[in-house]
């Protein structure tokens, strides 16, 4: 079975700051798929990021990077240039290439962003 | 966009009553799944659904039954309500393999 957990229940930063959220993962899989999902207060689940294990570059989009590294089972996302919009409820996310596609979650890191 | 619609935002319920969730999608997605989150929990899987009819049980099944009767509809039934059931539930879509799940707004459910 996989699992996924994220070590920091809540972060905080000032606007404009870089912050790094940590996700580390197990599973005998060789190749699947890693996601950061980011929660706001509104409740709407945004995919923010995919990356796929069998891809060596890592996933970018926008202010949103990851640095993933599939030796060591981490897959951390990295946020540039926090805004105040970045609060919210980040989760990390693992799923199978093949069989049943279930999304494994991590616990959740609360990210707040202080003006 | 893809549009999952959950059909309450917030619900309060008795002990011991039948519960249904309603979660309809407008894009013709196979996939579909309910999760329950809790804090320090993350998202679990409950039950899952490939197709019209079939569904197959996720990590927490116990007290919970699903129906899918129609493809874009996608229900969650507690069938005798308890209090640990209370929880927030989400429902998510999934148009093709390896592709992202969307998800709806979820339902805060509250079990007295």
């Known amino acids: 079975a996989q699992t996924v957990t994220q070590s920091q229940p809540e972060m905080s930063v000032q606007e404009a700051e870089t912050v790094t959220l940590s996700c580390t993962y197990d599973?005998?899989?060789?190749?699947?798929?890693l996601f950061w999902y980011k929660q706001p207060p509104s409740r709407q689940m945004i995919l923010v990021i995919r990356?796929?294990?069998?891809?060596?570059q890592n996933a970018t989009e926008n202010r949103f990077s990851v640095n993933f590294q599939k030796a060591a089972k981490s897959f951390s996302l990295k946020i540039s240039d926090s805004q105040l919009g970045d609060t919210a409820m980040y989760f990390c996310?693992?799923?199978?290439?093949?069989?049943?596609?279930?999304?494994?979650f991590g616990q959740g890191t609360r990210l707040t962003i202080n003006p | 966009d893809v549009k999952v619609t959950q059909s309450s935002r917030y619900l309060v319920k008795r002990t011991g009553e039948k519960v249904f969730l309603e979660c309809v999608q407008d894009?013709?997605?196979?996939?579909m799944f309910w999760y329950r989150q809790d804090p320090g929990l993350g998202l679990r899987l409950i039950y899952f659904?490939?197709?019209?009819?079939?569904?197959e049980k996720g990590d927490i099944p116990e007290g919970y039954s699903v129906s899918r009767e129609k493809k874009e509809r996608f229900s969650l039934i507690l069938e005798s309500a308890s209090t640990n059931q209370t929880s927030m539930y989400l429902c998510?879509?999934?148009?093709?393999?390896?592709?992202?799940?969307?998800f709806g707004d979820g339902t805060r459910l509250s079990i007295l």
């Open positions: 599973t005998s899989e060789s190749n699947y798929y």
């Open positions: 990356q796929e294990a069998y891809k060596q």
């Open positions: 996310a693992f799923m199978k290439h093949r069989g049943a596609q279930k999304l494994v």
């Open positions: 894009m013709d997605h196979e996939n």
């Open positions: 998510a879509t999934q148009g093709r393999l390896n592709q992202p799940q969307h």
């Open positions: 659904s490939y197709d019209v009819k079939m569904k």
